[in-house]
């Protein structure tokens, strides 16, 4: 079991970043790289405010050559299940891939704190991400200590990075646009 | 106010705003604070007032940090006494460019800043990089057209409130380097400290845009060797309240038990302030009990470091502590870095360890310079040297004398046979007088249109960098008298390898035109580094039929490093006169070359200019991140297939047989195939090799 944080500061308030979260995904994906879509699957809005959102992530990483032909471009991508509050402070979600679905077990919550005031936000973004040791056995001895090293990786830099990178592409967008209360 | 006023409010287990209150009341400050403030009400009905506190810290509660709470009690004070409208100020520094979260507004508030104060009066925090006001410092000095901030230029109330830090680069840093977070570059210490003399541009800076009050927040202090890299917390009590931030960085010094002018940014303005028999100080000024100040072979170690810009580019956000949780690092190389290093140069070591790789670094800063002086010039970076002297100083006879003078001197030639190369040079008194010609094949006319005379120093050989100022100009504008500094790389060369240092002069010129002549006449009045005695001289672009002559006369009379004087001095006369002559005959090609290549539009500089951009250059981690990343999305660095082959290397593999003697048998193909973890090596070096031969310009 890994866990991950990260921290983001914005200059907009929580409501205002929360609602971009939830609701912009769509129009942000085209500013982070190597993704290729982020898609709404389903969308249960709850009658106390809350709401239940699955989206449909597809990625385009640049593979290094030697993993052609073992990881397929339908294996690319996850589906992200979040269950926001009514308040939009709080978003508890789990991640299921395409890839290794069954051994592969990531969640976290993403919380909207006011911060600067109330003029901006802390949007903190903490998970765990479990990998059954039992998947890796099926992978061949020499490719575990890489795959291991991947996974530390992208525990240690690669998910908090895009996470950094998604709610500063928000914001941005939100620059973009009048303020309104969500 | 009329005179400088300081306090020094210190009370063992006080309050800081009690204290913070203690000193304003003590010395009359907050009367003179209240006076500032009606006289703006006066005049306009509003009061602005900014405070810039010390921003750089790495985790909340740090001591390099001013106390979030003691500001907010600042600004409490501020609107009490009148103030409309106040701002905690401040820009992001360097370390944005190798942490996340650096940015004005979240650095305050991760710090502690609440953005009201404790009576629940809002203010803003502001980022002086935006809203700019354009060439706010003219166009010479070493803010040349540089911008400032338009809410601080125009602020009734200026205030700088400074955390109480030992620093490994100038032994302290209070107010005067906190004023640093005023100017709107990203990265400091590439433009303010590395590019420019921190001094000069603080100087500078209070001169544009004086500071009304400062403050010292040494309630709780950070001393010791670890300075703001590892900070360690010194209960000290205390607070320091002045009219003059440089009075205010003079005290604290004193109070750490330190000459105030060790510090390079601090140097020059605290001259400007010393106090005087009319400054009031109030309060006590021994220094704190158990203050621990960095080691003279630190800072010392430290200064020869940054020798290296990329050297102390590079390991600054290696050593420096950082609390992830709020400012985790960009590149996880950085990251990985400093988890596994930053530990060694820590607070509780002696320095002994960060000493040594100091002066590793600054050697190596040192052997990469001098190969630049002797084998590849444009590998250095130019130098930015401001005008040093007033020219306002300076009277009309200063610049009247010159051309007698010189010319005088020059007839001192008259006689002496030029040597195979057209130089003629003879000694005088240490000095060499010397000139040369050559005539170039352009008409007169167009040879002066396109090489200007008084910037004809700025095409000499090995001139590496300064500033011109134009004094006065005729009619149709030409420069008539000007006030020039130059550098030049080390002269001869081959001195750089025993000390040399680059040659640098202010003079001032004059300058006539005639239909047929035009003529600059300079004199050296200032040497800063006193790496010259004399340099003169006087230039002449005259018509020849249809070519034009281009005459140089000079009188140089550098200082030798030590080594190279000691040789001077044992040096056979014919064998000196040989190096004078080839000194000089290749000064003059070099120079000649240069003035027809800029008189057919090329560009002679040498060296490689410094990044306007606010976060500079990328850093060194970054460049090599950079094409780490190129030669993985070209498939020619496969990490994963070089981890596969490394385990697989390292792996045990299983015999075919094992026979009756015990001896076991294995399959040669798996012994014979090339790992993976050569090929992309292989392929990374060629790549450099390939990129080596495009910059020496032997390969495309």
Not at chain 2, 92 to 98: D, F, K, P
Not at chain 2, 320 to 339: E, G, H, M, S
Not at chain 2, 656 to 661: G, S
Request: with cysteine; proline share 7%; charged share 25%.
């Amino acid at each position: 079991m890994k866990d991950f944080r990260c921290l983001v500061g914005l200059k907009h308030p929580p409501q205002r970043v929360a609602a971009g979260v939830r609701d912009m995904m769509e129009q942000v994906a085209p500013a982070l790289d190597q993704v290729e879509k982020i898609a709404a699957v389903t969308r249960v809005d709850r009658p106390d405010g809350g709401c239940a959102l699955i989206n449909e992530w597809r990625v385009s990483p640049t593979l290094p050559a030697t993993l052609n032909g073992l990881v397929t471009p339908d294996m690319l991508g996850w589906l992200d299940h979040a269950e926001w509050s009514s308040d939009l402070a709080l978003c508890t979600w789990r991640i299921e891939p395409y890839f290794m679905a069954q051994a592969i077990n990531c969640h976290g919550t993403t919380r909207f704190e006011p911060a600067m005031g109330g003029r901006g936000t802390r949007a903190v973004f903490e998970g765990k991400l479990d990998i059954d040791p039992a998947a890796m056995s099926t992978i061949p001895m020499a490719w575990r200590s890489p795959a291991s090293l991947a996974v530390e990786m992208l525990i240690g830099t690669i998910i908090p990075q895009n996470f950094r990178k998604t709610v500063n592409a928000v914001a941005e967008l939100l620059e973009t646009q009048p303020t309104s209360t969500p | 106010m009329p005179q400088a006023l300081a306090v020094i409010a210190h009370e063992p287990g006080a309050s800081g705003p009690d204290l913070l209150d203690r000193a304003l009341a003590q010395g009359d400050l907050r009367e003179a604070i209240g006076q500032r403030i009606s006289t703006a009400l006066e005049r306009s009905g509003a009061c602005s007032a900014v405070v810039v506190p010390a921003l750089d810290a790495f985790a909340a509660g740090s001591p390099t940090a001013t106390d979030p709470a003691l500001v907010e009690h600042l600004l409490e004070l501020l609107f009490e006494l009148g103030v409309t409208e106040a701002s905690v100020g401040s820009t992001r520094g360097t370390a944005s460019l190798w942490l996340e979260n650096r940015d004005v507004f979240m650095v305050a508030d991760l710090l502690g800043y609440r953005y009201e104060t404790p009576s629940g009066r809002p203010y803003d925090v502001i980022d002086l990089s935006e809203d700019l006001s354009p060439n706010v410092f003219g166009e010479d000095g070493p803010l040349a057209r540089t911008d400032l901030s338009r809410a601080w230029l125009e602020a009734d109330l200026r205030l700088v409130f400074s955390a109480n830090r030992t620093d490994d680069d100038d032994g302290y840093a209070l107010c005067l380097s906190t004023l640093l977070s005023v100017l709107p570059q990203a990265d400091k210490d590439y433009h303010y400290r590395h590019r420019r003399d921190a001094g000069e541009v603080i100087s500078a800076l209070l001169g544009a845009a004086p500071v009304h009050f400062a403050f010292i927040d040494a309630m709780v202090s950070s001393h010791g060797e670890g300075a703001a890299r590892a900070p360690s917390p010194l209960l000290t009590d205390t607070i320091i309240a002045a009219s003059d931030p440089a009075l205010a960085d003079y005290l604290g010094a004193m109070k750490m038990g330190l000459d105030p002018f060790v510090s390079r940014p601090a140097a020059p303005s605290l001259r400007r302030a010393r106090p005087t028999p009319q400054t009031r100080i109030l309060g006590a000024l021994e220094p704190y009990p158990g203050w621990v100040n960095v080691s003279p072979a630190l800072l010392a170690s430290t200064a020869a470091r940054r020798a290296s810009l990329a050297g102390d580019r590079s390991i600054r956000p290696v050593l420096q502590q950082v609390d992830r949780d709020i400012f985790p690092f960009k590149d996880p190389a950085n990251d990985w870095l400093n988890k596994t290093l930053s530990g060694l140069a820590g607070a509780g070591g002696d320095g002994a360890l960060l000493t040594l790789a100091n002066i590793w670094l600054g050697e190596m800063g040192k052997a990469a310079e001098t190969y630049g002086v002797m084998i590849d010039k444009d590998a250095l970076r130019r130098r930015e040297a401001p005008i040093n002297i007033d020219p306002a100083k300076l009277r009309p006879a200063d610049y009247n004398g010159l051309a007698a003078e010189l010319l005088g001197q020059a007839a001192l030639l008259r006689g002496v046979p030029a040597d195979a190369d057209g130089v003629r040079w003879r000694f005088d008194d240490g000095a060499i007088l010397f000139d040369g010609a050559r005539r170039i094949a352009q008409p007169f006319e167009d040879f002066t249109a396109a090489v200007e005379i008084h910037r004809t120093i700025q095409y000499m050989n090995d001139y590496i960098g300064g500033q011109a100022l134009a004094t006065r100009r005729d009619k149709q504008g030409r420069v008539t008298r000007q006030v020039e500094r130059n550098l030049y790389l080390p002269q001869p060369n081959y001195t750089a390898i025993g000390g040399g240092v680059a040659i640098d002069v202010t003079k001032i010129e004059t300058i006539e035109y005639t239909p047929r002549r035009q003529r600059m006449f300079w004199k050296t009045v200032k040497s800063d580094n006193d790496s010259a005695i004399a340099d003169d001289g006087v230039v002449t672009f005259e018509a020849l039929g249809e070519d034009t002559l281009v005459t140089i006369w000079g009188r140089q009379h550098f200082r030798l490093p030590p080594i190279w004087a000691a040789i001077d001095q044992g040096l056979d006369p014919a064998m000196k006169r040989a190096l004078v002559s080839q000194a000089y005959g290749q000064f003059f090609n070099r120079t000649f070359a240069n003035l027809e290549a800029v008189s057919e539009g090329r560009d002679v500089r040498i060296g490689k200019p410094w990044s306007d951009a606010p976060e500079g250059e990328p850093l060194p981690v970054e460049r090599l991140s950079g094409f780490v990343r190129k030669l993985q999305s070209e498939g020619r660095l496969d990490i994963p297939a070089a981890l596969k082959g490394a385990v697989r290397a390292n792996a045990e593999v299983k015999p075919l047989r094992i026979d009756a003697d015990g001896f076991r048998h294995f399959d040669a193909a798996a012994f014979s195939a090339p790992t993976t973890t050569k090929s992309p090596l292989r392929s990374a070096m060629r790549d450099l090799r390939h990129a080596a031969r495009v910059d020496a310009g032997t390969a495309e």
